[in-house]
């Protein structure tokens, strides 16, 4: 059975249409020498044009730099309570102009009155204990000369005491040897009456005469011998009492000047506490007085926290006051842009907000690259290190007495300009 295939049958080729003529085309004209000159004179003060408008911007290029990264600075004056308190009065709002010395807030005082108060109270008492301790001074060293003095007559009586101790002993003793002297001849005669005696020459009355005698002296040098152990042991209590009273005159003599300085370190002591006291008036008041916050410079108030009744605590922040009179721009100019770059060159600086230009000049370089003085510093010894060409912040200062100045913000762009001519 024959397929499709085989039962269709080729289809036979059109005929193309017949093509019309084409319409006949004039000939090209040749361009006139005059227009083509011309065409040549434009094309090439063109190319001239734009040569010389690229040497220009070339050459101008060379004489400044500028940066779009650029922003007006200036100080920021956290202003905080240097004690705590309650705030009882707030003066100010944001966005308004304070001069210095204007007040802003008040604490309430009273708990430094009470101390103030106190404190004084302390004083009076510290002032008339000094007035009290005072005098000792003088009584001490009158006293001391004194006792010194009388030291001195008592070791001197006590000197002569036992001179006179050892003329009585030394007085017994010629008493003990006459006594003695005496004794040997009281004996010698009795003995040599005895001899009589017993020959019957003498009466029995002369021989109890001398034999008496001789009791009597032996007696009597028995007693003076008493006499001088009694004047022997009288000098040694003699002595003993003189060195008594040297000791007591030494012991005087070296505690008087230790009185004297007890006397005069009490009264330092007292002046001290004294003083003590006088600086805790002083930081009493002190206190007083930082219960009134004023601005530290003029300025414009911003970011007011404080609020009426709000208990405050030592060094928290109330506001922060914008110094605008001392306002400069810090430009971040790239490395390769301070080349030229001196102190005191000429600056232009456009002001974004403004659409306005201001002059200024370069009042400072910059001591290093923003990198660096960032929180996270890059580490190129890591290994992962890939050139980037830093930016170093120069700081230019506004020229004065130049309109528009009142109005410029720290936190406003500008696109500063350098002149190096």
């Known amino acids: ?11 036979e080729p059109q005929k193309p249409a017949a093509e019309k003529p084409a319409a006949l085309e004039p000939p090209p004209q040749p361009l006139d020498p005059a227009k083509k000159r011309r065409n040549w004179l434009i094309g090439g003060a063109v190319a001239l044009l734009l040569v010389i408008g690229v040497f220009v911007w070339w050459w101008e290029s060379r004489k400044y730099e500028s940066t779009d990264d650029a922003q007006i600075d200036g100080h920021l004056s956290p202003i905080a309570s240097r004690v705590a308190g309650t705030i009882v009065a707030v003066h100010v709002e944001d966005n308004v ?38 005098p000792n001074l003088p009584i001490t060293v009158t006293s001391n000369t004194a006792d010194s003095s009388s030291a001195q007559a008592e070791v001197a009586n006590a000197s002569a005491v036992v001179a006179s101790a050892e003329h009585d002993y030394a007085s017994a003793e010629a008493q003990l040897r006459q006594a003695e002297a005496n004794n040997v001849k009281a004996q010698s005669d ?27 002296q032996t ?3 028995a007693s003076q011998r008493e006499v001088v152990a009694s004047a022997g042991k ?65 300025g414009l108030i911003s970011q007011r926290s404080a609020e009426l009744g709000a208990r ?20 971040n100019f ?37 990198d660096r003085t960032s929180a996270l510093p890059a580490e190129n010894a890591t290994g992962n290190y890939v050139k980037v060409v830093q930016r170093l912040p120069v700081r230019i200062r506004f020229r004065p007495n130049q309109d528009g100045l009142n109005v410029l913000r720290p936190g406003m762009s500008v696109e500063p300009k350098v002149h190096f001519e």
């Open 97 to 134: 102009y304070v001069e210095a010395g204007a007040p802003l807030v008040d604490l309430d005082p009273r708990d430094y009155e009470v101390a103030q108060a106190q404190t004084r109270a302390l004083y009076d008492q510290a002032l008339a204990q000094l007035q009290g301790e005072q």
């Open 234 to 298: 009288m000098v040694d209590q003699r002595r003993a009492q003189l060195t008594e009273k040297r000791f007591k005159m030494d012991q005087t003599t070296e505690n008087a000047p230790r009185q004297i300085l007890i006397s005069h370190a009490n009264i330092q002591a007292r002046i001290a506490n004294l003083q003590s006291i006088k600086a805790q008036i002083e930081q009493n008041r002190l206190n007083i007085d930082y219960c009134h916050v004023t601005a530290p410079v003029s």
């Open 312 to 331: 405050i605590s030592v060094g928290q922040q109330l506001m922060m006051l914008v110094q605008t009179g001392d306002l400069w721009v810090t430009a």
């Open 219 to 221: 007696a009597l040098v």
């Open 334 to 370: 790239k490395e390769t842009q301070l080349r030229k770059m001196r102190s005191g060159q000429r600056v232009t600086i456009t002001v974004d907000t403004l659409d306005k230009t201001f002059e200024g000049y370069i009042d400072s370089m910059p001591a290093a690259t923003g």
């Open 1 to 11: 059975m024959p397929t499709d295939t085989e039962t269709e049958k080729p289809a």
């Open 190 to 216: 009795r003995n040599r009456y005895k001899q009589l005696i017993d020959k019957k020459e003498v009466a029995q009355v002369e021989y109890d005469q001398y034999d008496a005698a001789a009791k009597a």
